[in-house]
């Protein structure tokens, strides 16, 4: 795994290596919460095939992250700002979506088996080729403002 990741972003860096370490803190996620983490910042974050499974990332902003490939199945992304963001070829199986935010996030090719997205905002986000979602969901994903392109 490849993780590049710039000088300018020393607390998500410090988050990364300790999510990795699997040794996330809710003093550490406050702390992030409390700071802001623009699009700029994260936009230049390169997090592809990172494998955050069953981290607690509940709340954190990773708005335009480049996140495609990366493992996250049993994560936490309840009220997790996900706008904007590269979620091709990931693994979110097992997830907990409550509530994030997906406007325009890319979903392409994603494993979303047994993926909670109640009162997810889905909308403008482009779902294709996806693991894990029956018609009823597509309809309701849909219904919320999210593409299907296939």
Same mark, same amino acid.
């Given at each position: 795994m490849?993780?590049?990741i710039?000088?300018?972003? +020393?607390?998500? !860096? +410090?988050?990364?290596?300790?999510?990795? /370490?699997?040794?996330?803190?809710p003093?550490?996620?406050q @702390?992030?919460?409390?700071?802001?983490?623009?699009?700029?910042?994260?936009i230049k974050?390169?997090?592809t095939g990172v494998?955050l499974s %069953?981290?607690?990332?509940?709340?954190?902003? +990773?708005s =335009?992250?480049?996140?495609? @490939? #990366?493992n996250?199945? %049993? /994560? $936490?992304?309840?009220?997790?700002d996900l706008? =904007?963001a590269n +979620?091709?070829?990931?693994n979110?199986? $097992? /997830?907990?979506?409550?509530? #994030?935010?997906?406007?325009?996030?890319?979903l392409n @090719?994603? !494993?979303?088996?047994?993926?909670?997205?109640?009162? #997810?905002?889905v909308?403008?986000?482009?779902f294709?080729?996806?693991?894990?979602i029956?018609?009823?969901? @597509? $309809?309701?994903?849909?219904q919320?403002? #999210?593409f299907?392109?296939?």
């Amino acid at each position: 795994m490849t993780l590049i990741i710039s000088d300018r972003c +020393l607390s998500l !860096k +410090l988050l990364i290596f300790k999510l990795i /370490c699997q040794c996330v803190t809710p003093k550490l996620i406050q @702390k992030l919460r409390m700071e802001e983490i623009d699009k700029n910042r994260l936009i230049k974050d390169y997090l592809t095939g990172v494998d955050l499974s %069953g981290a607690n990332l509940q709340g954190i902003n +990773l708005s =335009w992250a480049n996140l495609s @490939k #990366a493992n996250l199945s %049993g /994560c $936490n992304l309840s009220y997790t700002d996900l706008s =904007w963001a590269n +979620l091709s070829y990931a693994n979110l199986s $097992n /997830c907990n979506l409550n509530n #994030a935010i997906l406007q325009r996030s890319c979903l392409n @090719k994603t !494993k979303l088996t047994n993926v909670d997205f109640n009162d #997810a905002n889905v909308i403008n986000a482009r779902f294709a080729d996806n693991q894990g979602i029956n018609d009823e969901l @597509k $309809n309701t994903l849909i219904q919320r403002g #999210a593409f299907f392109d296939n």
